[in-house]
């Protein structure tokens, strides 16, 4: 059986890479804003945690699908 060249090898180990972090980018954008906003509304006062978390989210969730979006559409 024939060994994989080198260049096949290095191919595939980028395609993976970019299928993770296509993959990863929107839980952890998503997540993170999510937390960011609670902080701030918990600064602010009660009311204000829970709706700057969803808040939060939702722009992280829409930044990281912007930019999964840019990214596969230049694959």
């Known amino acids: 059986m024939a060994e994989p060249s080198r260049e096949a ?3 595939a180990r980028h395609k993976v890479a970019k299928a993770l972090l296509v993959g990863l980018i929107l839980p ?8 960011f906003g609670f902080q701030l509304g918990r600064s602010i006062g009660k009311p204000f945690d ?8 939702f722009v992280g969730f829409g930044l990281a ?5 840019m990214m596969i559409k230049r694959l």
């Not at 952890?28 to 937390?35: E, G, R």
């Not at 699908?65 to 979006?69: H, K, Q, R, T, V």
């Open 28 to 35: 952890a954008l998503t997540v993170s804003s999510m937390y």
């Open 9 to 11: 090898v290095q191919s």
């Open 65 to 69: 699908s912007l930019i999964a979006w």
């Open 50 to 57: 829970m709706f700057l978390a969803l808040i939060g989210a």
